[in-house]
């Protein structure tokens, strides 16, 4: 079995500055780490690996600096990294970066063999837009389950995998065929600590790197800032609410008497909708 698994590195959330002209991350000197999320997916991916035999390839796409964070995935397991970098892909919007990825993904395929499944984070903590995972499925014509809790079967004989899906009603449990594309939520596993023999041979280890034109791009337009139609008018850290929180007194009454009568003084249609659901008039 072979996946690939689609990491981001991202600046570390807690120190993020946004550029006040270009309303862009300033990712100059901010600690950078591997997406969240993505952790989730590659965990996922090594478990079925270490269950069914196979490879783990991970890519990603950034500048140089990011091979650091395939490394860190190759420290935790994953057999081959490879590294999308070149000038032509900065400022990519998620639509830039869903046709570089996807051709990327195409040339893994040609090179080391088409994945059966490809793993994604539910999104970035640096973009939360939820898009690059669907947005590969739909270049590649793979089906697709996103936002998937857990991974209860994969029959590789059968090429059938089957998911648990969270969405607004409920749970969803459902069966597609592979190859297919998974989106992982949070909290679904937790990456394992990894072995030395695996930080060892990451640091030995030779990071496979294309351009645009080795990964075989073949419309340079569609890629970085060129092919991004999306334009971020404004970047804006929420006010902070003026409302001061208020102090209740349960010295001289039960707590859940006094709270229901501060709840009432400060939505007073409260207590009348209440009685008109419970008496029906």
Same mark, same amino acid.
């Given at each position: 079995?072979?996946?690939?698994?689609? *990491?981001?590195?991202? /600046?570390?959330?807690? %120190?993020? &500055?946004?550029?006040?002209?270009? #309303?862009?991350?300033? &990712?100059?000197?901010?600690?950078? *780490?591997?997406?969240?999320?993505?952790?989730?997916?590659? =965990?996922?991916?090594?478990?079925?690996?270490?269950?069914?035999?196979?490879?783990?390839?991970?890519?990603?796409?950034?500048? /140089?600096?990011?091979?650091?964070?395939?490394?860190?995935?190759?420290?935790?397991?994953?057999?081959?990294?490879?590294?999308?970098?070149?000038?032509?892909?900065?400022?990519?919007?998620?639509?830039?970066?869903?046709?570089?990825?996807?051709?990327?993904?195409?040339?893994?395929?040609?090179?080391?063999?088409?994945?059966? *499944?490809?793993?994604?984070?539910?999104?970035?903590?640096?973009?939360?837009?939820?898009?690059?995972? /669907?947005?590969?499925?739909?270049?590649?014509?793979?089906? %697709?389950?996103?936002?998937?809790?857990?991974? #209860?079967?994969?029959?590789?004989?059968?090429?059938?995998? $089957?998911? $648990? &899906?969270?969405?607004?009603?409920?749970?969803?449990?459902?069966?597609?065929?592979?190859?297919?594309?998974?989106?992982?939520?949070?909290?679904? #596993?937790?990456?394992?600590?990894?072995?030395?023999?695996?930080?060892?041979?990451?640091? &030995?280890?030779?990071?496979?790197?294309?351009?645009?034109?080795?990964?075989?791009?073949?419309?340079?337009?569609?890629?970085?800032?060129?092919?991004?139609?999306? *334009?971020?008018?404004?970047?804006?850290?929420?006010?902070?609410?003026? =409302?001061?929180?208020?102090?209740?007194?349960?010295?001289?009454?039960?707590?859940?008497?006094?709270?229901?009568?501060?709840?009432?003084?400060?939505?007073?249609?409260?207590?009348?909708?209440?009685?008109?659901?419970?008496?029906?008039?």
């Amino acid at each position: 079995m072979h996946i690939v698994v689609c *990491i981001k590195q991202v /600046p570390d959330s807690a %120190q993020i &500055r946004v550029h006040p002209v270009t #309303n862009t991350i300033m &990712r100059q000197g901010v600690p950078t *780490i591997i997406n969240p999320y993505d952790l989730f997916a590659l =965990e996922a991916a090594l478990q079925l690996r270490d269950k069914f035999g196979g490879e783990v390839t991970v890519l990603t796409m950034g500048p /140089p600096s990011a091979e650091d964070s395939l490394r860190r995935a190759l420290t935790y397991g994953a057999d081959r990294a490879v590294l999308l970098t070149d000038r032509f892909f900065a400022g990519a919007d998620t639509l830039a970066t869903t046709y570089a990825l996807a051709t990327a993904i195409r040339k893994i395929s040609e090179t080391f063999g088409a994945p059966d *499944i490809v793993f994604t984070g539910k999104q970035t903590i640096d973009g939360d837009t939820a898009q690059v995972g /669907p947005g590969i499925a739909k270049r590649l014509g793979l089906l %697709q389950l996103t936002y998937v809790a857990k991974i #209860n079967e994969v029959d590789p004989a059968a090429r059938t995998i $089957e998911a $648990e &899906r969270r969405s607004e009603g409920g749970v969803q449990v459902l069966k597609t065929k592979l190859p297919c594309l998974v989106t992982m939520l949070e909290a679904t #596993n937790e990456i394992r600590r990894g072995a030395m023999a695996d930080a060892l041979r990451a640091a &030995r280890a030779k990071i496979v790197t294309w351009s645009a034109k080795e990964a075989g791009v073949e419309d340079i337009s569609k890629c970085g800032l060129k092919g991004s139609p999306t *334009i971020v008018k404004r970047v804006f850290a929420p006010s902070a609410r003026a =409302e001061k929180a208020t102090i209740v007194d349960f010295s001289t009454r039960a707590p859940a008497e006094a709270l229901i009568e501060e709840l009432f003084k400060r939505q007073p249609k409260l207590e009348a909708e209440l009685t008109i659901s419970a008496h029906g008039f």
